[in-house]
């Protein structure tokens, strides 16, 4: 077996036994004297901890080396003048002698234990602001909203600018604001997408390199000195239009979105929790009989002993000793070819995690006041440009499985409505004719064919009317998997099929589809060049490992620099949808919401009658949201439930 397996993959073989060879040739132009040790220089060792941010070790150099490592253009030295009022009688005496037009940084301190990323029913404990750096005022928050009110006229003030960091929040706890100018948490995300933290300390920090102390007025004070900083680097950029035109303007509908919520159906839920509590029994039993004994179906230490020793299972030898005994996922489904074990762990877990992240734990969630789900969207949450969402994260909810449309039939419209989903159709396969102008793709779009279909057709040359599910299902695989950049061995396991049968796929499909192969080529091309990738609207995903030595991030960063311009272009389109969509709701005076936005799929609680008007409405905004070299479809479904859609 392992002749067979070596015979196989003869060159990855002689590769890794080329990469595993220290070589002993390489010519060295050193002396024994150069690599003596020597004193470090320090201004450099500050320079390069500086640029990589690593402050611990930066303060462990000294201040001399700080001061001279410090950049040329760094934020100078501005002596800061803080104060906190007594009473809203002075906060509203200093805010009406404020200099009209001038932008003011609002910051609001949330009450002990709240979180700057929660949004709906979050509760503010002071407010600070600031008309110019290195100034800073702070009143604390009263019961009866004084302090709110005596800065509402200047909140609502079209005229002057605003200074935020999290418009999102700063709209959930104040109302519409006007004229809210930069946003130092959107600037931060567009700036460094892939970097997981944008709080606003943070932010400072990689700024500034200044650890903020909490003086009254301070935040507002370093909101006032951080915006034009990165205000002035998105402008760099290039990306000014991504901020003005998209994120900043979906903050506020979001917020409302939030505020809005969605109903759900406890008893629903309940009743599901018992049945799949019973066949979560029921499977473990089975389990139990496959392995030949009892034990903790949840521990992966002992599953492994029952697969890998007393069933002697064996997972494919090119995974590693890393994933020898794992007990993971894509393991347990390459073992269900030797067992039928496996396939039911994999059942087991599917329904025991849907139930304890969602059947049992939405009930918990349910707001005692609204009497509703209220998540929490995140703009920042993503490396691609996509909303997540969180507490609850209702973006996972599968959709193909029976037990996720069970799931969603626990969300219901209020009486007298119903919920309207506007799903886009197949959006990333229409933005990767658009940007590839491959022609048979472009033709199918644009007559409206079954684009699978059409792929069956192109690749296994087999017309509509002789197709077989096989084919449709490996044309689907196919499709999609050009987009992320799936590899014959990752169509292989996809479609349980021959490594070599999926490269011939592949390679037929790029025949039939030439334009796609030359516009992904040239996306490649251009991310190893730039170090960046780039959606339909200008924004940017930093991808450093594209020209990584090592195999595996490269090829990682590969199919990130295929998929990122199709996501993110995809994420950005619903974006500018839903801001549309909203501002015509508020003009034309619907009483319908928008509630809901989950990848592809908005979702709108309306009133019954409401219902033709609405999908008009929605279908206009959301295909009609950008033109592309092919027509944007959109399918519409109605109904009580999140499930029984029309």
Same mark, same amino acid.
């Given at each position: 077996?392992?002749?067979?397996?070596?015979?196989?993959?003869?060159?990855?073989?002689?590769?890794?036994?080329?990469?595993?060879?220290?070589?002993?040739?390489?010519?060295?132009?050193?002396?024994?004297?150069?690599?003596?040790?020597?004193?470090?220089?320090?201004?450099?060792?500050?320079?390069?901890?500086?640029?990589?941010?690593?402050?611990?070790?930066?303060?462990?150099?000294?201040?001399?080396?700080?001061?001279?490592?410090?950049?040329?253009?760094?934020?100078?030295?501005?002596?800061?003048?803080?104060?906190?009022?007594?009473?809203?009688?002075?906060?509203?005496?200093?805010?009406?002698?404020?200099?009209?037009?001038?932008?003011?940084?609002?910051?609001?301190?949330?009450?002990?234990?709240?979180?700057?990323?929660?949004?709906?029913?979050?509760?503010?404990?002071?407010?600070?602001?600031?008309?110019?750096?290195?100034?800073?005022?702070?009143?604390?928050?009263?019961?009866?909203?004084?302090?709110?009110?005596?800065?509402?006229?200047?909140?609502?003030?079209?005229?002057?600018?605003?200074?935020?960091?999290?418009?999102?929040?700063?709209?959930?706890?104040?109302?519409?604001?006007?004229?809210?100018?930069?946003?130092?948490?959107?600037?931060?995300?567009?700036?460094?997408?892939?970097?997981?933290?944008?709080?606003?300390?943070?932010?400072?920090?990689?700024?500034?390199?200044?650890?903020?102390?909490?003086?009254?007025?301070?935040?507002?004070?370093?909101?006032?000195?951080?915006?034009?900083?990165?205000?002035?680097?998105?402008?760099?950029?290039?990306?000014?239009?991504?901020?003005?035109?998209?994120?900043?303007?979906?903050?506020?509908?979001?917020?409302?979105?939030?505020?809005?919520?969605?109903?759900?159906?406890?008893?629903?839920?309940?009743?599901?929790?018992?049945?799949?509590?019973?066949?979560?029994?029921?499977?473990?039993?089975?389990?139990?009989?496959?392995?030949?004994?009892?034990?903790?179906?949840?521990?992966?230490?002992?599953?492994?002993?029952?697969?890998?020793?007393?069933?002697?299972?064996?997972?494919?030898?090119?995974?590693?000793?890393?994933?020898?005994?794992?007990?993971?996922?894509?393991?347990?489904?390459?073992?269900?070819?030797?067992?039928?074990?496996?396939?039911?762990?994999?059942?087991?877990?599917?329904?025991?995690?849907?139930?304890?992240?969602?059947?049992?734990?939405?009930?918990?969630?349910?707001?005692?006041?609204?009497?509703?789900?209220?998540?929490?969207?995140?703009?920042?949450?993503?490396?691609?440009?996509?909303?997540?969402?969180?507490?609850?994260?209702?973006?996972?909810?599968?959709?193909?499985?029976?037990?996720?449309?069970?799931?969603?039939?626990?969300?219901?419209?209020?009486?007298?409505?119903?919920?309207?989903?506007?799903?886009?159709?197949?959006?990333? %396969?229409?933005?990767? &004719?658009?940007? @590839?102008? *491959?022609?048979? !793709?472009? =033709?199918?779009?644009?007559?409206?064919?079954? +684009?699978?279909?059409?792929?069956?057709?192109?690749?296994?040359?087999?017309?509509?009317?002789?197709?077989?599910?096989?084919?449709?299902?490996?044309?689907?695989?196919?499709?999609?998997?050009?987009?992320?950049?799936?590899?014959?061995?990752?169509?292989?396991?996809?479609?349980?099929?021959?490594?070599?049968?999926?490269?011939?796929?592949?390679?037929?499909?790029?025949?039939?589809?030439?334009?796609?192969?030359?516009?992904?080529?040239?996306?490649?091309?251009?991310?190893?060049?730039?170090?960046?990738?780039?959606?339909?609207?200008?924004?940017?995903?930093?991808?450093?490992?594209?020209?990584?030595?090592?195999?595996?991030?490269?090829?990682?960063?590969?199919?990130?620099?295929?998929?990122?311009?199709?996501?993110?272009?995809?994420?950005? %389109?619903?974006?500018? &949808?839903?801001? @549309?969509? *909203?501002?015509? !709701?508020? =003009?034309?005076?619907?009483?319908?919401?928008? +509630?809901?936005?989950?990848?592809?799929?908005?979702?709108?609680?309306?009133?019954?009658?409401?219902?033709?008007?609405?999908?008009?409405?929605?279908?206009?905004?959301?295909?009609?949201?950008?033109?592309?070299?092919?027509?944007?479809?959109?399918?519409?479904?109605?109904?009580?439930?999140?499930?029984?859609?029309?």
């Amino acid at each position: 077996r392992y002749r067979e397996a070596l015979q196989q993959q003869r060159e990855q073989v002689m590769m890794s036994k080329q990469l595993a060879t220290i070589a002993t040739d390489v010519p060295l132009e050193l002396d024994l004297d150069s690599l003596e040790r020597r004193a470090p220089d320090v201004n450099a060792l500050g320079a390069l901890y500086r640029e990589l941010g690593f402050n611990s070790l930066l303060r462990e150099l000294g201040a001399e080396a700080v001061a001279s490592s410090a950049p040329a253009d760094a934020e100078p030295v501005v002596k800061a003048d803080y104060a906190q009022f007594a009473s809203v009688a002075e906060f509203s005496e200093y805010l009406a002698k404020l200099p009209a037009k001038q932008p003011l940084a609002v910051w609001l301190n949330l009450e002990a234990g709240e979180r700057e990323s929660e949004g709906f029913g979050t509760r503010i404990a002071s407010i600070e602001v600031s008309s110019k750096a290195g100034e800073g005022r702070s009143v604390w928050f009263d019961e009866k909203g004084e302090v709110l009110n005596a800065i509402a006229s200047l909140l609502a003030d079209p005229k002057r600018p605003k200074i935020v960091h999290d418009p999102k929040l700063f709209q959930l706890l104040t109302g519409r604001t006007a004229n809210i100018r930069h946003a130092t948490l959107l600037f931060s995300y567009l700036l460094r997408p892939t970097t997981a933290n944008h709080n606003f300390a943070d932010v400072v920090m990689r700024q500034f390199n200044v650890m903020m102390g909490g003086g009254p007025g301070e935040r507002a004070d370093y909101l006032q000195r951080l915006a034009p900083a990165l205000h002035a680097q998105v402008q760099e950029q290039q990306l000014e239009d991504v901020y003005k035109k998209i994120d900043l303007p979906l903050a506020p509908v979001i917020a409302e979105m939030e505020r809005a919520g969605i109903r759900v159906d406890p008893k629903e839920l309940g009743k599901m929790s018992h049945t799949m509590e019973k066949e979560i029994r029921r499977l473990e039993k089975e389990i139990w009989k496959l392995a030949g004994s009892e034990f903790n179906v949840n521990s992966p230490t002992q599953l492994a002993e029952i697969l890998f020793d007393k069933l002697n299972l064996q997972p494919n030898a090119r995974r590693g000793k890393a994933k020898a005994r794992s007990t993971a996922a894509d393991i347990l489904e390459e073992l269900s070819a030797q067992h039928p074990l496996p396939a039911k762990i994999i059942e087991y877990r599917e329904i025991a995690k849907l139930k304890s992240t969602y059947v049992d734990a939405l009930p918990k969630l349910i707001h005692p006041e609204t009497g509703r789900l209220h998540t929490s969207f995140s703009q920042t949450g993503t490396a691609t440009g996509r909303l997540s969402s969180s507490d609850p994260n209702l973006q996972n909810i599968p959709i193909r499985s029976e037990l996720g449309r069970e799931i969603r039939a626990a969300f219901v419209a209020g009486k007298g409505k119903l919920l309207l989903s506007a799903d886009y159709s197949q959006i990333e %396969l229409r933005i990767m &004719a658009h940007f @590839s102008k *491959d022609p048979v !793709l472009v =033709e199918a779009f644009r007559n409206g064919e079954d +684009i699978h279909a059409r792929t069956a057709q192109e690749v296994f040359g087999v017309g509509p009317l002789a197709q077989t599910a096989e084919h449709r299902r490996a044309a689907k695989a196919i499709n999609f998997g050009i987009i992320y950049g799936l590899s014959p061995f990752g169509l292989a396991q996809q479609l349980g099929i021959d490594q070599k049968e999926a490269a011939k796929f592949i390679n037929a499909y790029f025949t039939r589809y030439r334009g796609v192969k030359e516009y992904l080529d040239n996306i490649l091309a251009e991310t190893r060049k730039t170090g960046v990738a780039k959606t339909l609207f200008g924004r940017i995903r930093p991808i450093a490992e594209i020209n990584s030595p090592q195999m595996q991030l490269r090829n990682f960063a590969e199919r990130t620099a295929l998929n990122s311009p199709l996501q993110g272009t995809a994420a950005d %389109l619903i974006k500018q &949808a839903m801001i @549309s969509i *909203d501002r015509r !709701l508020a =003009e034309e005076k619907f009483e319908s919401k928008m +509630i809901l936005q989950v990848h592809d799929e908005l979702l709108f609680e309306a009133p019954t009658k409401e219902r033709a008007k609405l999908e008009k409405l929605v279908k206009e905004e959301m295909e009609g949201v950008h033109k592309l070299a092919v027509p944007i479809v959109v399918e519409i479904g109605a109904g009580p439930n999140w499930r029984d859609l029309d």
